[in-house]
């Protein structure tokens, strides 16, 4: 149980040019994604809070009209990297949080999606 | 906010022996702290996770063991195999609303033959 799949995996593509990653919960419904930024052996750097039917909550210094977040369903939450250029290259990752009431529980992660900008 | 702090960055074992890595966090509110292991370009995966309101927990070779008026928290490895080589992150979350989690910079250990 608790898987979360995120698509695509890869990503090559023109300075300028704006990428949308996907995030799914497959098997559970999450009110709550996360997603991180990692760069090469280094830590997971927490971008934003997606919540399902209200706006992502940014961390800060990540630009929020520049890492736009959608989670229109219990399933789903989106990241687009608009206008990306060579510097947002990295692994994006996202997470969703197991259901579970109030209570803290585990985050569970895709794959990743590796973004490299030209 | 949050702040944590892991030690060692790397750390080397002999296959068998028990390897032991630590976690600091500053705010004294945070109430959960799970363990994650990220083998080479592939996701992070739960390994085990501890509460504030427990002191420690075990399963099968893994171990946390928690501090709370120190602000720290360890995880514990025994009898290591050659899979157990990955980088190993402590995490933290702020007593807050959020259920975000804050990470450790982890530890690349290194289980040799």
């Known amino acids: 149980g608790a898987v979360v799949s995120q698509h695509p995996s890869w990503v090559i593509c023109k300075s300028g040019t704006s990428v949308k990653i996907e995030c799914r919960s497959l098997d559970f419904q999450a009110t709550t994604m996360f997603w991180y930024r990692q760069f090469p052996k280094q830590s997971l750097m927490l971008m934003a809070t997606s919540n399902e039917g209200s706006k992502a909550t940014y961390e800060q210094g990540v630009e929020k009209d520049k890492f736009l977040i959608n989670h229109a369903s219990l399933t789903l939450s989106t990241l687009t990297v608009t206008s990306a250029h060579p510097e947002d290259s990295s692994f994006y990752i996202c997470?969703?949080?197991?259901?579970?009431?109030?209570?803290?529980?585990?985050?569970?992660f895709g794959d990743g999606t590796r973004l490299s900008i030209l | 906010g949050e702040n944590v702090e892991q030690h060692p960055s790397t750390l080397s074992v002999q296959e068998g022996d028990s390897a032991v890595i630590k976690c600091t966090y500053s705010d004294s509110a945070s109430n959960y702290f799970p363990w994650y292991k990220q083998e080479l370009g592939k996701r992070p995966q739960l390994i085990i996770d501890i509460r504030s309101n427990v002191g420690e927990k075990k399963d099968q070779r893994i171990a946390v063991t928690l501090n709370k008026t120190a602000k720290h928290f360890s995880l514990h490895i025994t009898e290591t195999q050659p899979e157990d080589s990955a980088v190993y992150f402590c995490?933290?979350?702020?007593?807050?609303?959020?259920?975000?989690?804050?990470f450790g910079s982890g530890t690349r250990l290194l289980v040799r033959p």
């Open positions: 997470s969703a949080r197991s259901p579970g009431g109030t209570d803290n529980q585990p985050q569970h």
């Open positions: 995490a933290v979350n702020p007593m807050d609303s959020s259920y975000k989690l804050i």
